[in-house]
């Protein structure tokens, strides 16, 4: 059963009435400098991933309920008694860089292991992932504690995994979020989203009309299959977005001179890393500065492409392919590249070794 669904008007994302939490005291915030930040995420839960589509992929046969598309960081939260632990898709441990997301301890019941977003909401109450990049790459105490006051952040669970010890993977999708809204009070840093109720043109409207990235479609009956990608549940983007794996720089000119003009862009397939093309645009005079000092210690004497096109390769400096970026593009060309894409910022949490064309 669903919810109504929510007004379509640029207001905060929907989420459930919070409750009086239980009272916890002592809480203690698990996790390690980012030197040794990587640490290893049980088999069980790893994310379950989602396949791009458009509305046509929904069987007319099955039953789907809709959600609203995050834009934001993919992370699995272990609540364990008063600890708290935020595992990347990529197993980064994220706990350090988003201190205030220890409090959703208090509002949850018992031990759990939940799926989720972490997002930073902009002054609309609205997902920013622009602003949440502020975040991303905080790397001392003082800029996480910065990034506290000016941007920050709310962990969106949208799925329970485990409760009180005992798995959920194999229960279907709505006893999932019917336990989901059991063992959790929403609210403050920790959101619980209603499903939209009506069918797929409605959840687009109402994810359009709040200016949100997309919906999801998730068949009410499927199991939780982690670390899979499934056709059980569907991403439907308003606008086209790939992630892509970066392997080289070519020099700017004109007021870029002396500096990155643009950056090489590319995906994995079977016979390598596929050229898909250069970006940009979408970057600042900070992000160029900082491009630079991050690539100073990646540059490489040949190409990472399986095919470069010679007038893009004639200047290029070649990186070690191990940086995922984002980017939001027009379409995909009939010879494999990206049109006019535009940078939208890095993607830590991601490997490049799992970077592939997103083709609907």
Not at 223 to 237: F, M, P, T
């Amino acid at each position: 059963t669903t919810t109504a669904p929510p007004a379509r008007t640029a207001t905060a994302p929907p989420a459930r009435s919070a409750t009086t939490p239980p009272a916890r005291t002592g809480r203690t915030v698990i996790g390690a400098d980012r030197a040794s930040r990587r640490t290893s995420t049980p088999a069980a839960f790893m994310p379950m991933l989602a396949t791009a589509g458009t509305a046509r992929d929904l069987d007319a046969d099955e039953h789907w309920a809709f959600e609203l598309k995050w834009d934001g960081i993919r992370a699995i939260a272990t609540v364990s008694g008063d600890t708290v632990s935020f595992v990347s898709r990529n197993g980064i441990d994220l706990t350090p860089s988003y201190p205030e997301l220890s409090a959703i301890a208090d509002r949850v019941r018992g031990d759990a292991v939940l799926d989720g977003e972490i997002v930073a909401m902009n002054a609309r109450g609205l997902p920013d992932f622009g602003l949440l990049q502020t975040r991303m790459n905080a790397a001392t105490a003082r800029d996480i504690e910065a990034g506290r006051r000016t941007a920050p952040v709310q962990f969106v669970a949208f799925d329970l995994l485990e409760t009180a010890g005992r798995s959920l993977l194999a229960e279907p999708y709505d006893e999932r979020r019917r336990q989901l809204t059991t063992v959790t009070d929403g609210g403050g840093v920790l959101q619980i989203p209603d499903a939209i109720d009506g069918d797929i043109a409605d959840a687009v409207a109402a994810s359009r009309d709040l200016g949100l990235e997309g919906v999801m479609a998730k068949r009410v009956d499927a199991e939780y299959s982690a670390g899979s990608r499934s056709r059980a549940w569907i991403k439907i983007k308003h606008y086209s977005t790939q992630e892509v794996v970066i392997g080289g720089w070519r020099p700017g000119r004109g007021n870029r001179e002396g500096k990155i003009g643009s950056l090489l862009m590319g995906v994995h397939t079977p016979s390598g890393l596929q050229y898909v093309g250069r970006v940009g645009t979408g970057f600042s005079d900070r992000d160029l500065d900082a491009f630079a000092r991050r690539f100073a210690r990646l540059g490489r004497a040949t190409t990472p492409f399986v095919d470069v096109p010679s007038a893009d390769a004639s200047d290029a400096h070649w990186l070690t392919p191990s940086l995922v970026g984002e980017v939001e593009f027009a379409e995909w060309t009939n010879t494999g590249r990206l049109r006019q894409p535009s940078w939208r910022g890095w993607r830590p949490d991601k490997v490049a070794g799992d970077v592939t064309a997103e083709v609907p």
